[in-house]
Nanobody
Framework: QVQLVESGGGAEQSGGSLRLSCAAS????????IGWFRQAPGKEREGVAC????????YYADSVKGRFTISTDNAKNTVYLEMTRLKAEDTAVYYC???????????????????????????WGQGTQVTVSS
């Protein structure tokens, strides 16, 4: 079992940058695919980015591709989401989540819809608010 704690949210102006952190405890991130999701007011939660440090694969939603970067620091057992060129529509509560996956290569090589399927992720953090003003 893994516990996840997000941090790094806050308020930023449009065009600015923020870095979110997802610190994991209880288990090594090597056994998991880690996803970042977000939920804006009145909208459904959506996948933003995900990563497997074991196979070195990442995947991004089209809305953040080229602006956000997901990465891991295995020594710190932490996943980061570097967000640049922020837009007002990036305003949301951001969650990190973990899916224990035996063959992550199969995940990233298969249907992309699975990578952002919330039901595949068993463990969730409490969320961190990101507010971008235009």
């Amino acid at each position: 079992q893994v516990q996840l704690v997000e941090s790094g949210g806050g308020a930023e102006q449009s065009g600015g940058s923020l870095r979110l952190s997802c610190a994991a405890s209880g288990s090594s991130l090597d056994y998991y695919v880690i996803g970042w999701f977000r939920q804006a007011p009145g909208k459904e939660r959506e996948g933003v980015a995900c990563i497997s440090s074991r196979v070195g694969s990442t995947y991004y939603a089209d809305s953040v591709k080229g602006r956000f970067t997901i990465s891991t620091d295995n020594a710190k057992n932490t996943v980061y989401l570097e967000m640049t060129r922020l837009k007002a529509e990036d305003t949301a509560v951001y969650y990190c989540a973990a899916a224990r996956v035996e063959y992550p290569g199969g995940w990233f090589g298969g249907p992309k819809s699975r990578l952002f399927d919330e039901y595949e992720y068993e463990y969730w953090g409490q969320g961190t608010q990101v507010t971008v003003s235009s």
